[in-house]
């Protein structure tokens, strides 16, 4: 079974600063990966994906990650935080053979200080 | 193009009662999906359902949790006599593939057990 790491699970930045969020994955075969947000209350909204291609995906609201096959690594960044962006963010996988379900991380939530 | 729809968005129970949740996929998405978040988790995957069939149900309690997905209507999660422990968010995912790419999810539905 596949599994994924997100290393902290609080996160702290000042507005206009780098966000770094990290996620690792296990698996012998590199996985689809996926970067959700979870607002308050709210479901999951996909930021961005990884399934083939480049390893550079950009996403939405400024958001990118980078797929590290040899770091098994699946890092989200933002260059410059914003208020809006306080919010949980949850990495997940899914076997690119099955893909019947999704391992997902515990989160990280991230507040973003004034 | 309507996203996934859940209801109820949250739902009280007492211990011992039935708690019935609906999903209803994105127009054209044939596989369903259902995943259970508890208080400061992540996601955990439950069962996977396409039409009139369970795909996979490898994350399912043995006892009391029972999934449909019929010809008709939207896909039914059901929790009988429920318990304490199931005070948690159930999200439901959709995709248009067997093998997804991307699942797309619902706000959830928000289950306290008083």
């Known amino acids: 079974a596949q599994s994924v790491t997100q290393l902290g699970s609080h996160v702290s930045v000042s507005e206009g600063a780098l966000v770094l969020l990290r996620c690792n994955y296990s698996?012998?075969?590199?996985?689809?990966l996926f970067w959700y947000v979870q607002y308050p209350n709210q479901g999951l909204q996909l930021l961005l994906k990884?399934?083939?291609?480049?390893?550079l995906v950009k996403g939405i609201n400024g958001f990118e990650a980078e797929f590290k096959k040899s770091e098994t690594s699946f890092h989200l960044t933002k260059p410059s935080a914003h208020m809006s962006d306080a919010a949980e963010y949850f990495c997940?996988?899914?076997?690119?053979?099955?893909?019947?379900?999704?391992?997902f991380g515990t989160g990280t939530s991230l507040t973003v200080i004034p | 193009n309507a996203g996934v729809m859940q209801n109820p968005r949250h739902l009280v129970r007492r211990r011992g009662q039935e708690a019935r949740l609906r999903c209803s996929p994105m127009k054209g998405h044939s596989h369903v999906y259902w995943y259970r978040q508890l208080p400061e988790e992540g996601l955990k995957f439950m069962v996977y359902l396409q039409k009139e069939n369970i795909i996979d149900e490898s994350g399912m309690p043995k006892e009391r949790f029972s999934a449909e997905f019929p010809k008709e209507g939207p896909s039914i999660l059901r929790i009988q006599q429920v318990v304490r422990g199931d005070s948690a968010a159930y999200f439901c995912?959709?995709?248009?593939?067997?093998?997804?790419?991307?699942?797309?999810f619902g706000p959830g539905t928000r289950l306290l057990v008083l």
């Open positions: 698996s012998s075969v590199p996985p689809y």
């Open positions: 990884y399934t083939t291609g480049a390893t």
């Open positions: 997940a996988v899914s076997d690119r053979n099955t893909g019947n379900q999704f391992y």
């Open positions: 995912a959709s995709s248009p593939l067997e093998v997804a790419e991307t699942q797309y």
